[in-house]
């Protein structure tokens, strides 16, 4: 007999080339290492196209950036984000310090690629991160990277003490009002006159605030064009330099790792170098100037007369924000004046505690407390050191005798505010527009009799056969009362017929009937101006439902078929053979 042998077609595997890409940085801005950015990007762009088991992924380069950070570093973090969306197998670099300084930084990034299978070349040292003995040497070789970092840091600032002890600034800063000219600065007659002006405000009383302001009513902005604001006002009034002299040292880097900088506030020496530039301010008005400053500081927002400040201003403290409550008034509904927590003021701010203290009950507080009748603002200031809000609608004053009282104070700013007068106001615009608030002719003229409310116009949440809104009348009084809701279109229907129109006329309903009253489910009874009253039986319609199309009725048939699975019908036979086992014979329901 003949053997026969079948033989498999064999399907040829098709290795996929690796996706590499290559990492390039350089530190600082010099022709040499422009050139040296330059030379990495050709040299890893020919590398990895000549290798033919690799497919070019892109060079990612940094320049003039710090390797002790990765947060800065924009083509780095790309790098990362396409390496997690499966666009790179390999990353080349030329060292450990090229691809980051910081210890930390290194072994979390290398780390995270690891744990994704992103393989990291370093060539200098030739390491890749996926060998059993790469985060090791990785550890020892990132330390001695970063204390290279960390040497090279305190070279740069020992170079740069040493030309502050020979009265040199450290490169050619921005100041407004001067330009520099070589190594001199030289005063711009156009912001100096701006620079006068801003002290010169300040000395005669004008607040940082009020400066501002008046810069933006005549157009006068910054060098680059932007608004002035506070804070770059009170940076001119603080500047010594202003005044031909140099403070040098005056900010400092916390640590070459996080390159924070920090105000130098006595932790390293500072230097004073006098008569270096010509002076735009002499020294005694610049003097006077701090002190001034130093005194309204004293003083808080009682300094700033555009404040509109009381004996309250200061006093009461959050103690969740640790920011002191601030006056408001509010007249767009009645007049409502109150005092908030200041977080609120700032841009995403928010306060734990909320609520806000209306300022009516405040004095009543204040009063109750001092055992006076009436609130006396010099009595307060003399035995009230400040006011704590630990809760909502809660007061703690602190006495200057030490003692301490907790007291409430609700806030009725609004029914205070809701006086007869704003009652009316607010009644005829609601008559006069008929969108707002959803009132029309009959609003307040439909009273139920059983709990003395008025009915209110309301949108049902059901739609009627042609799809449109419905709008219902609804007692306001939503427990207890046996009343039903009373539909428009229906309601108008029966309205003109008592006044035997056509057609619901507002006209003819303004002028005839005074109000209805609605005594039951059923009962209805209409009160005519001339003293006629006309009673009419309710009846409440039938829902009429919208008919169901073929296709529904379909797609209702063909979920209920897939609702009984085998599952569920197992499940209900097995319930079916327990009740029949619990009932006996009698397991079928009485009708």
Not at 193 to 222: M, P, W
């Amino acid at each position: 007999m003949r053997k026969i042998e079948k033989i498999e077609p064999i399907i040829p595997q098709i290795v996929r080339k690796k996706r590499v890409a290559a990492y390039a940085r350089v530190s600082m801005e010099t022709d040499r290492l422009n050139h040296s950015l330059s030379a990495q990007i050709s040299y890893y762009s020919e590398l990895i196209q000549k290798n033919p088991e690799w497919e070019y992924a892109g060079v990612y380069a940094d320049s003039f950036i710090s390797g002790t950070s990765i947060d800065k570093r924009a083509e780095f973090q790309r790098m990362i984000a396409d390496c997690e969306s499966g666009n790179i197998d390999i990353i080349l670099t030329k060292s450990i310090s090229r691809f980051a300084r910081n210890t930390v930084d290194l072994l979390t990034t290398v780390r995270r690629l690891k744990g994704i299978g992103v393989e990291v070349r370093f060539e200098k040292e030739n390491i890749n991160s996926l060998s059993s003995s790469g985060e090791i040497l990785l550890s020892v070789l990132a330390s001695f990277a970063q204390e290279e970092s960390v040497n090279i840091s305190n070279n740069v600032k020992w170079r740069i003490k040493k030309q502050f002890e020979q009265g040199i600034p450290n490169g050619h800063f921005r100041i407004y009002g001067y330009r520099w000219e070589g190594d001199e600065l030289v005063i711009v007659p156009e912001e100096a006159a701006i620079v006068k002006r801003i002290f010169q405000n300040f000395l005669d009383g004008k607040s940082r605030l009020e400066t501002e302001r008046e810069f933006a009513a005549e157009g006068i902005t910054t060098r680059d064009g932007y608004r002035w604001v506070d804070s770059n006002i009170k940076l001119i009034l603080t500047n010594v330099n202003y005044t031909g002299n140099m403070l040098l040292q005056k900010e400092y880097i916390e640590s070459p790792l996080t390159h924070k900088r920090k105000k130098n506030r006595g932790e390293l020496a500072q230097y004073w170098v006098e008569n270096t530039h010509e002076p735009i301010i002499d020294k005694a008005t610049f003097d006077y100037v701090q002190e001034e400053i130093a005194r309204r500081r004293e003083l808080g927002p009682f300094a700033n007369k555009s404040l509109n400040t009381s004996c309250f201003t200061g006093k009461i403290k959050c103690p969740s924000c640790h920011i002191s409550y601030m006056h408001n008034l509010r007249r767009d509904k009645g007049f409502q004046e109150f005092w908030n927590c200041g977080s609120n003021k700032k841009k995403g701010g928010h306060c734990d505690i909320g609520g806000t203290i209306n300022h009516k009950n405040l004095k009543k507080a204040c009063a109750e407390i001092m055992e006076l009748d009436e609130f006396d603002e010099t009595a307060f200031l003399a035995s009230v050191d400040f006011i704590n809000v630990p809760q909502k609608y809660v007061l703690e004053f602190h006495m200057k005798d030490g003692r301490i009282i907790t007291k409430d104070c609700p806030n009725t700013g609004h029914q205070d505010c809701w006086t007869a007068e704003y009652r009316a106001i607010t009644s005829a615009k609601r008559k006069q527009n008929p969108t707002c608030r959803k009132s029309s002719v009959m609003t307040g003229r439909i009273k139920c009799v059983h709990c003395g409310c008025n009915f209110r116009n309301q949108i049902s949440k059901t739609s009627g056969a042609d799809g449109t809104k419905r709008h219902h009348w609804r007692c306001a009084e939503h427990n207890g009362c046996n009343t039903v809701g009373l539909r428009d279109d229906l309601l108008r229907n029966m309205v003109a017929d008592v006044l035997e129109i056509t057609e619901f006329d507002e006209a003819m309903f303004n002028e005839q009937i005074d109000h209805i009253d609605v005594l039951s489910a059923s009962e209805i009874v209409f009160c005519l101006k001339d003293g006629r009253t006309v009673s009419r039986t309710w009846e409440k319609p039938k829902r009429v439902g919208k008919p169901w199309t073929e296709e529904q009725r379909a797609k209702f048939k063909e979920s209920i078929k897939a609702s009984y699975t085998p599952e569920r019908r197992k499940a209900m036979s097995e319930q079916m053979k327990q009740i029949r086992k619990e009932r006996g014979t009698s397991w079928r329901k009485k009708r």
